[in-house]
């Protein structure tokens, strides 16, 4: 099924311009790191990921850097944490990649993010989360997205979604928990003292999935995420289960530069974070933010929802005796994460969910604005 799953987005991907459900993936944790991704690839294309995975590499890593990192990535197996040590290198193994390869990949997709994190709330207390992530190798991501339920005892302890060879998430759910995303913080160039930096920190999405696995509540995930030190800026944007539990995390290294909570009884119903400190204002070459914030503002609390936070049906084409109903409701203005250009040509996916609601964890695959 998911071999199948897999084949025929790959040929969806080269005849249409239209907008997919990623393949889904179910990853066993009771099973070792090492195997525990056997399931993917057995069914994934191991010579386009191979070359997927060249081509990133190449794109993103300086030859210097490359020869330079190369052989201390492959000791650097021995330095990294369980499980994501084992992980990677039977994701390596497994698809024909050298270790060095399989861990400056999984580095490189630490560094070179760009995305727009939602956390709303409506007029009745429900909390929705949404986010773009973007990409500057975007077509290649967009054939290596996946969504990976990870299971425990057969039960799906967090889902997430992430590319085919990477073990991180950026994105993620605790069922009846708490949602987690998070975007870049502009840092410099990501090679500098990354070797000194894992040793004394925690990789951004390898943290996103920890919280995910062990915090029991939005309290507790809000805590490790704010205070476990880590190997890069970051922005963290966490969603729980009940009202106001909605939070925007300005990371340093060290620990939390600001804490930016929901304050609905003000008002402030709502907050949107792309990849620069909410307090300054974004570059006009740049600017996902305020296209976001009035889609929002059109929208309206008493309308926010996984759909409008989405793509409203105002997306859609609409039959000729409905223009008017849809003009006379302001319909293009419902967009939100489908606004150019919060959307753009380098957005790779689209998630929205809702913790308390686990079931409508939806990702879709986009493609040219």
Same mark, same amino acid.
């Given at each position: 099924?998911?071999?199948?799953?897999?084949?025929?987005?790959?040929?969806?991907?080269?005849?249409?311009? /239209?907008? #997919?459900?990623?393949?889904?993936?179910?990853?066993?944790?009771?099973?070792?790191?090492?195997?525990?991704?056997?399931?993917?690839?057995?069914?994934?294309?191991?010579?386009?990921?191979?070359?997927?995975?060249?081509?990133?590499?190449?794109?993103?890593?300086?030859?210097?850097?490359?020869?330079?990192?190369?052989p201390?990535? %492959?000791?650097?197996?021995?330095?990294?944490?369980?499980?994501?040590?084992?992980?990677?290198?039977?994701l390596?193994?497994? #698809?024909?990649?050298?270790?060095?390869?399989?861990?400056?990949?999984?580095?490189?997709?630490?560094?070179?993010? #760009?995305?727009?994190?939602?956390?709303?709330?409506?007029?009745?207390?429900?909390?929705?989360?949404?986010?773009?992530?973007?990409?500057?190798?975007?077509?290649?991501? =967009?054939?290596?997205?996946?969504?990976?339920?990870?299971? =425990?005892? =057969?039960?799906?302890?967090?889902?997430?979604?992430? #590319?085919?060879?990477?073990?991180?998430?950026?994105?993620?759910?605790?069922?009846f928990?708490?949602?987690?995303?998070?975007?870049?913080?502009?840092?410099?160039?990501?090679?500098?003292?990354?070797?000194?930096?894992?040793?004394?920190?925690?990789?951004?999405?390898w943290?996103? =999935?920890?919280?995910?696995?062990?915090?029991?509540?939005?309290?507790? /995930?809000?805590?490790?995420?704010?205070?476990?030190?880590?190997?890069?800026?970051?922005?963290?944007?966490?969603?729980?289960?009940?009202?106001?539990?909605g939070?925007?995390?300005?990371r340093?290294?060290?620990?939390?530069?600001?804490?930016?909570?929901?304050?609905?009884?003000?008002g402030?119903?709502?907050?949107?974070?792309?990849?620069?400190?909410?307090?300054?204002?974004?570059?006009?070459?740049d600017?996902?933010?305020?296209?976001?914030?009035?889609?929002?503002? /059109?929208?309206?609390?008493?309308?926010?929802n996984?759909d409008?936070?989405?793509?409203?049906?105002?997306? %859609?084409?609409?039959?000729?005796?409905?223009?008017?109903? %849809?003009?006379?409701?302001?319909?293009?203005?419902?967009?939100?994460?489908?606004?150019?250009?919060?959307?753009?040509?380098?957005?790779?996916?689209?998630?929205?969910?809702?913790?308390? %609601?686990?079931?409508?964890?939806?990702?879709?695959?986009?493609?040219?604005?």
């Amino acid at each position: 099924m998911f071999r199948l799953a897999l084949l025929t987005v790959f040929t969806f991907i080269s005849q249409s311009n /239209a907008d #997919f459900f990623p393949p889904q993936v179910n990853i066993s944790l009771d099973v070792k790191p090492e195997q525990r991704w056997d399931p993917l690839i057995e069914s994934f294309d191991k010579e386009f990921l191979r070359k997927s995975a060249a081509d990133i590499i190449n794109s993103a890593v300086p030859k210097w850097v490359y020869y330079v990192i190369q052989p201390i990535a %492959a000791s650097l197996e021995w330095f990294l944490p369980e499980p994501y040590a084992g992980e990677i290198y039977g994701l390596s193994k497994g #698809f024909g990649l050298s270790v060095a390869d399989g861990v400056i990949l999984n580095l490189v997709y630490e560094f070179t993010s #760009f995305c727009t994190s939602i956390i709303a709330q409506d007029s009745k207390g429900n909390i929705y989360h949404g986010r773009n992530l973007d990409y500057n190798f975007e077509n290649i991501l =967009r054939n290596l997205t996946i969504d990976v339920h990870f299971t =425990r005892s =057969r039960k799906v302890a967090y889902t997430g979604t992430t #590319f085919v060879g990477y073990v991180g998430l950026w994105t993620g759910q605790k069922p009846f928990k708490f949602t987690i995303s998070a975007d870049e913080r502009d840092h410099g160039y990501w090679w500098e003292n990354i070797i000194a930096a894992l040793k004394n920190g925690s990789p951004v999405s390898w943290l996103i =999935r920890k919280t995910l696995d062990e915090a029991e509540d939005f309290e507790s /995930a809000m805590l490790t995420l704010s205070k476990t030190p880590l190997i890069a800026n970051v922005y963290y944007i966490v969603g729980g289960t009940k009202a106001k539990e909605g939070v925007v995390i300005t990371r340093n290294r060290e620990g939390p530069a600001d804490i930016w909570p929901l304050d609905p009884l003000n008002g402030e119903w709502y907050r949107v974070e792309t990849n620069y400190d909410h307090w300054t204002t974004p570059p006009p070459y740049d600017d996902r933010r305020t296209p976001a914030i009035k889609a929002l503002n /059109a929208t309206g609390q008493e309308n926010i929802n996984l759909d409008t936070l989405f793509k409203s049906p105002c997306n %859609a084409v609409w039959p000729k005796h409905m223009w008017l109903w %849809a003009l006379l409701h302001h319909c293009w203005k419902k967009k939100v994460l489908s606004v150019h250009p919060t959307q753009n040509n380098s957005t790779v996916y689209t998630t929205v969910m809702s913790a308390a %609601a686990p079931e409508k964890y939806r990702t879709e695959v986009r493609t040219i604005t």
